[in-house]
């Protein structure tokens, strides 16, 4: 096993023999697409012209990816199940459709009785009923998951994945650009968001794949015709005649969905097929000692690239770059698929057909299976060497795990797993500023493990003026996470603006907003509402920057401001709940607003009925208007939910004595 072990770390490491920048021809005409001047015009214009591959493509897994929620779209089965029960939470869900609009109830019982309720109407579904359809809600443009999903393979309704063991978001897990992505056509993003969105398509489209085609439109329609039988059209990108890795760069820009980082000044939105995807992010997973088997659900790429066929076909193909179409030299994702036709519809002969075209018949001796078992499966190479299992972040789904390999025997005792690094997948030489941005996501975004900062932090040099300049933005977003703001702030000293010169505006943001966050911890109000002004400058839509610069308007006395900057949060999101939690205390303590104070505070109780602060400043606004009694409930509520909330026991405790005077 330990060799094993070795060789498969061994193997990250060999897996880009064939990808070598330096290998790649550069005499190449460029592609039309490439150019930012050329214009996305939206598969009904590809109609025209490829009206079969059209009607085709929409039945398959990327055509059926994302819809508005219908009982068309919906793979799911309605009658007769139980609602989805959140122990952790005690909350149900149920999924019920009103008329042609689905919706989703959350609910809450005492004994047999409703204690609370919220219902939710879905607006989109996505997935493309394969494996999983989710559910998302739109509130002014601004995209959330909701936390029901229902799966497929078993026909059953339960959290999403993420949202199980006590991680229950509710209806608040924000769809960022890189998410939503994925599973559909590029959206449009409102200019200053980050999850609000103007336009939102309805499926992956082909220009996903091809590029932008407004350069082959206007030159088809201007009769410029190429024979692509013996020559390549670079008015569109076709990725079968993009060299072997650029053509699996278009696939694994979705199909290895690990942990991303962006290069300096680059965005989700800027990989166009025909480059390369190092140049505009680097991905990383997880290595972990004795753990070949196990892989993520959208692991496809990153699995069949440790594939022996993969490896010895990919350095065959290699004096072969020059030809028309290398995929046919090598093993590449459409060796096995087409991706214009579905899954469903193609079958395993057309898969085990693929293993014959090098293995043929003369290899079938070669297996060690015995002949009753070969013939039981009807000698399905796929089934054995490319089996279906269960995935390591996505409950209830069984894939096809694209490593073709002679597995091991299941061991019978679960396996400890042992984490080793993190390994970059498509780049063999990321710089050290990827490497330490990688740590930081794997701690925010993954597995809070104090282990992925330390290794973050080895990485980043501040030893001179310079190093801090240079790496600013993970130093002080390292610090953020690490809560040392006093180290944070004496980087933010140094700073003279340069260390920020190649970070997108959302970058810059969020770098002064932590900032921000750094001074207002240390009792530095007026210079944390500066920084977190700068941070909305740049990132006028992000709500929660607005909310955190009004509590510190509030604490410093300009509550004029204040209420303007919350007032503009529930405008844009009348569901943002800390908003309504600050407007209720701002009404109160500043504006003597009882009345608007408990609507505050009941609203938010509405949107989340298990949030303390609001719970005890509820109370508070029940003892003014005598109510003890109530007050005390709501006292004891909080308590419940948050034992060690001293504000909460020493509001409860004054009740007590005053009740006995």
Same mark, same amino acid.
């Given at each position: 096993?330990?060799?094993?072990?070795?060789?498969?770390?061994?193997?990250?490491?060999?897996?880009? $023999?064939?990808?070598?920048?330096?290998?790649?021809?550069?005499?190449?005409?460029?592609?039309?697409?490439?150019?930012?001047?050329?214009?996305?015009?939206?598969?009904?214009?590809?109609?025209?012209?490829?009206?079969?591959?059209?009607?085709?493509?929409?039945?398959?897994?990327?055509?059926?990816?994302?819809?508005?929620? *219908?009982?068309?779209?919906?793979? %799911?089965?309605?009658?007769?199940?139980?609602?989805?029960?959140?122990?952790?939470?005690?909350?149900?869900?149920?999924?019920?459709?009103?008329?042609? $609009?689905?919706?989703?109830?959350?609910?809450?019982?005492?004994?047999?009785?409703?204690?609370?309720?919220?219902?939710?109407?879905?607006?989109?579904?996505?997935?493309?009923?394969?494996?999983?359809? $989710?559910?998302?809600?739109?509130?002014?443009?601004?995209?959330?998951?909701?936390?029901?999903?229902?799966?497929?393979?078993?026909?059953?309704?339960?959290?999403?994945?993420?949202?199980?063991?006590?991680?229950?978001?509710?209806?608040?897990?924000?769809?960022?650009?890189?998410?939503?992505?994925?599973?559909?056509?590029?959206?449009?993003?409102?200019?200053?968001?980050?999850?609000?969105?103007?336009?939102?398509?309805?499926?992956?489209?082909?220009?996903?794949?091809?590029?932008?085609?407004?350069?082959?439109?206007?030159?088809?329609?201007?009769?410029?015709?190429?024979?692509?039988?013996?020559?390549?059209?670079? $008015?569109?990108?076709?990725?079968?005649?993009?060299?072997?890795?650029?053509?699996?760069?278009?696939?694994?820009?979705?199909?290895?969905?690990?942990?991303?980082?962006?290069?300096?000044?680059?965005?989700?939105?800027?990989?166009?097929?025909?480059?390369?995807?190092?140049?505009?992010?680097?991905?990383?997973?997880?290595?972990?000692?004795?753990?070949?088997?196990?892989?993520?659900?959208?692991?496809?790429?990153?699995?069949?690239?440790?594939?022996?066929?993969?490896?010895?076909?990919?350095?065959?193909?290699?004096?072969?770059? *020059?030809?028309?179409?290398?995929?046919?030299?090598?093993?590449?994702?459409?060796?096995?698929?087409?991706?214009?036709?579905?899954?469903?519809?193609?079958?395993?002969?057309?898969?085990?057909? %693929?293993?014959?075209?090098?293995?043929?018949?003369?290899?079938?001796?070669?297996?060690?299976?015995?002949?009753?078992?070969?013939?039981?499966? %009807? /000698?399905?190479?796929?089934?054995?060497?490319?089996?279906?299992?269960?995935?390591?972040?996505?409950?209830?789904?069984?894939?096809? /795990?694209?490593?073709?390999?002679?597995?091991?025997?299941?061991?019978?005792?679960?396996?400890?797993?042992?984490?080793?690094?993190?390994?970059?997948?498509?780049?063999?030489?990321?710089?050290?500023?990827?490497?330490?941005?990688?740590?930081?996501?794997?701690?925010?975004?993954?597995?809070?493990?104090?282990?992925?900062?330390?290794?973050?932090?080895?990485?980043?040099?501040?030893?001179?003026?310079?190093?801090?300049?240079?790496?600013?933005?993970?130093?002080?977003?390292?610090?953020?996470?690490?809560?040392?703001?006093?180290?944070?702030?004496?980087?933010?000293?140094? /700073?003279?603006?340069?260390?920020?010169?190649?970070?997108?505006?959302?970058?810059?943001?969020?770098?002064?907003?932590?900032?921000?966050?750094?001074?207002?911890?240390? *009792?530095?109000?007026?210079?944390? %509402?500066?920084?977190?002004?700068?941070?909305?400058?740049?990132?006028?839509?992000?709500?929660?920057?607005?909310?955190?610069?009004?509590?510190?308007?509030?604490?410093?006395?300009?509550? *004029?401001?204040?209420?303007?900057?919350?007032?503009?949060?529930?405008?844009?999101?009348?569901?943002?709940?800390?908003?309504?939690?600050?407007?209720?205390?701002?009404?109160?303590?500043?504006?003597? /607003?009882?009345?608007?104070?408990?609507?505050?505070?009941?609203?938010?109780?509405?949107?989340?009925?298990?949030?303390?602060?609001?719970?005890?400043?509820?109370?508070?606004?029940?003892?003014?208007?005598?109510?003890?009694?109530?007050?005390?409930?709501?006292?004891?509520?909080?308590?419940?939910?948050?034992?060690?909330?001293?504000?909460?026991?020493?509001?409860?405790?004054?009740?007590?004595?005053?009740?006995?005077?």
């Amino acid at each position: 096993m330990m060799f094993r072990t070795a060789a498969s770390l061994l193997l990250v490491t060999l897996l880009f $023999s064939c990808t070598s920048p330096d290998e790649q021809k550069t005499d190449a005409p460029a592609y039309a697409a490439l150019s930012d001047t050329v214009r996305y015009v939206g598969m009904q214009t590809c109609r025209n012209c490829h009206a079969d591959i059209y009607e085709s493509f929409l039945k398959t897994g990327m055509g059926k990816s994302f819809d508005v929620a *219908g009982r068309q779209k919906s793979s %799911a089965r309605f009658p007769d199940h139980a609602p989805v029960f959140d122990r952790y939470r005690d909350l149900h869900y149920f999924p019920y459709w009103q008329s042609d $609009s689905l919706h989703v109830l959350e609910f809450r019982l005492s004994g047999k009785d409703t204690v609370y309720s919220r219902d939710a109407r879905i607006d989109f579904i996505v997935g493309s009923g394969q494996h999983t359809n $989710s559910h998302l809600r739109q509130v002014n443009g601004y995209l959330f998951q909701a936390p029901l999903t229902y799966y497929t393979q078993k026909g059953q309704w339960d959290l999403p994945p993420g949202f199980e063991n006590g991680h229950n978001s509710r209806f608040s897990r924000k769809l960022e650009f890189e998410c939503i992505s994925c599973h559909n056509a590029y959206p449009t993003l409102v200019e200053g968001s980050e999850t609000k969105y103007a336009e939102i398509p309805n499926g992956i489209d082909c220009e996903r794949c091809h590029g932008p085609g407004g350069e082959h439109v206007r030159k088809k329609l201007l009769g410029e015709m190429v024979d692509t039988a013996v020559a390549i059209d670079y $008015s569109i990108v076709n990725p079968a005649k993009l060299p072997i890795d650029q053509q699996l760069d278009v696939c694994q820009r979705c199909h290895i969905q690990g942990n991303a980082v962006l290069q300096p000044g680059k965005t989700f939105r800027d990989f166009r097929p025909g480059m390369r995807l190092s140049d505009v992010m680097d991905i990383y997973m997880p290595v972990y000692k004795g753990n070949e088997d196990a892989h993520i659900m959208a692991s496809h790429a990153e699995r069949m690239k440790q594939s022996r066929c993969f490896i010895v076909s990919a350095k065959q193909a290699e004096a072969m770059q *020059g030809a028309l179409k290398p995929y046919q030299d090598a093993m590449t994702c459409v060796t096995c698929h087409n991706p214009h036709v579905s899954v469903r519809e193609m079958g395993s002969g057309v898969f085990n057909a %693929a293993c014959n075209g090098c293995h043929g018949d003369r290899d079938k001796v070669q297996c060690t299976a015995s002949v009753t078992e070969r013939n039981r499966e %009807a /000698d399905n190479c796929v089934g054995c060497h490319m089996p279906k299992n269960g995935t390591l972040d996505i409950p209830h789904v069984v894939t096809t /795990d694209h490593r073709i390999w002679k597995p091991a025997q299941k061991r019978e005792v679960e396996r400890i797993r042992e984490f080793v690094r993190l390994a970059c997948i498509n780049n063999p030489e990321p710089d050290q500023r990827s490497r330490a941005v990688a740590y930081l996501n794997q701690f925010e975004k993954f597995t809070r493990d104090g282990q992925f900062l330390d290794s973050a932090r080895a990485l980043l040099a501040d030893a001179s003026p310079a190093d801090v300049q240079r790496n600013f933005s993970s130093l002080v977003r390292w610090a953020y996470l690490k809560e040392d703001y006093q180290q944070l702030l004496r980087w933010a000293e140094l /700073d003279d603006g340069k260390g920020q010169s190649e970070l997108t505006a959302v970058n810059r943001a969020w770098t002064d907003y932590r900032i921000g966050v750094a001074y207002r911890e240390t *009792g530095l109000k007026e210079a944390a %509402a500066t920084a977190f002004r700068r941070a909305i400058r740049l990132l006028p839509l992000q709500l929660d920057f607005r909310n955190e610069l009004a509590s510190v308007l509030i604490d410093l006395g300009k509550f *004029g401001e204040a209420r303007e900057q919350l007032e503009f949060v529930l405008r844009e999101n009348p569901e943002h709940l800390s908003a309504w939690v600050n407007l209720g205390f701002l009404s109160l303590s500043a504006l003597h /607003d009882l009345k608007a104070a408990e609507r505050c505070y009941r609203t938010a109780l509405a949107l989340e009925p298990d949030h303390v602060q609001a719970l005890i400043n509820l109370a508070g606004t029940q003892v003014l208007s005598g109510d003890v009694h109530a007050a005390k409930r709501l006292l004891q509520r909080a308590l419940v939910l948050e034992p060690s909330n001293q504000q909460a026991r020493i509001r409860i405790k004054a009740l007590q004595e005053t009740s006995t005077r």
